[in-house]
């Protein structure tokens, strides 16, 4: 029998699947990536298992002080752009704020047009316990869902900011929330802002991968947001990122070097300009 190519690699020759991303639990450690750009999505394409279409597209592209701004619109728009640039890495698409807390009804149909209208084949919503009801729901009716807990960003106004979460007496709480989520048919789970320990803790008592960020090395993956890991989003820099690259200053740089060459008259060059004579054939 023909084995299957390992996760993590760039020899797959097609797209992962929930299944594949569930069935990576205790192997190597899935990568993932947000993107919100076809360019984007392109450049990371061969070298991670998934990419989230994450609602931080609020504040990362549109400026936004916090992901509650974020509609159901500017995540279709922004799936649909990174759809285009995938061929082998899953997409997953965060259900913005609003979007799903009202009822499991709700979820389902806008789950379903996030669906339907980008062609990703999973998403990802917050929540643990209290969202349990609304993942076993969808996921019953066809809908793949990744869970979120810990961090959780659309819930900063009550979790007063972006504190750790689960220090303390608040670990039983962040379990009970990661078997909830397992319990209802998640085929992954992303751990925001957790201690190390606890997030070893959850990674060993659970059945599906875990996701970490701001979490441990021993989680089942990794997720960064790319402009963040890049330096291109340089407003704040998170204690949980590691910078891989300084674009954000190198394209400052590079805009500052054009403009200066622009007041010179040093650019437009004559190789970038066209003369009123036909070039010989």
Do not use: W
């Not at 929330?177 to 320990?197: I, M, N, S, T």
């Amino acid at each position: 029998m023909k084995e299957e190519p390992t996760m993590s690699t760039t020899g797959h020759t097609r797209a992962r699947t929930p299944e594949d991303i569930r069935n990576a639990k205790g192997g190597t450690p899935l990568v993932s990536l947000t993107a919100y750009t076809t360019p984007m999505a392109q450049m990371m394409d061969a070298h991670v298992d998934f990419v989230l279409v994450g609602d931080s597209v609020g504040m990362v592209l549109h400026g936004l002080e916090s992901t509650l701004g974020v509609t159901m619109e500017m995540m279709i728009l922004h799936g649909q752009a990174v759809r285009r640039g995938l061929s082998k890495a899953m997409m997953v698409v965060d259900m913005p704020f609003g979007s799903y807390e009202e009822s499991k009804e709700q979820a389902f149909r806008n789950a379903a047009r996030i669906m339907r209208e980008t062609g990703a084949p999973a998403v990802k919503l917050e929540g643990g316990v209290d969202m349990a009801e609304t993942i076993s729901f969808l996921t019953a009716r066809g809908i793949p869902v990744m869970a979120h807990i810990g961090l959780t960003p659309q819930s900063i106004n009550t979790l007063g900011g972006y504190k750790v979460q689960g220090r303390g007496a608040a670990a039983g709480k962040l379990l009970a929330d990661a078997r909830a989520v397992e319990k209802a048919g998640a085929f992954a789970v992303v751990l925001e802002k957790v201690p190390q320990r606890l997030a070893d803790a959850v990674t060993a008592q659970v059945a599906i991968p875990t996701i970490g960020i701001g979490a441990s090395a021993g989680c089942d993956g990794q997720i960064l947001v790319v402009d963040d890991m890049l330096g291109l989003f340089t407003a704040f820099k998170p204690k949980f990122v590691k910078r891989y690259a300084t674009l954000g200053a190198d394209g400052s740089e590079a805009i500052a070097a054009y403009a200066e060459d622009v007041r010179a008259r040093r650019f437009p060059a004559a190789e970038h300009v066209f003369s009123d004579v036909e070039p010989a054939a």
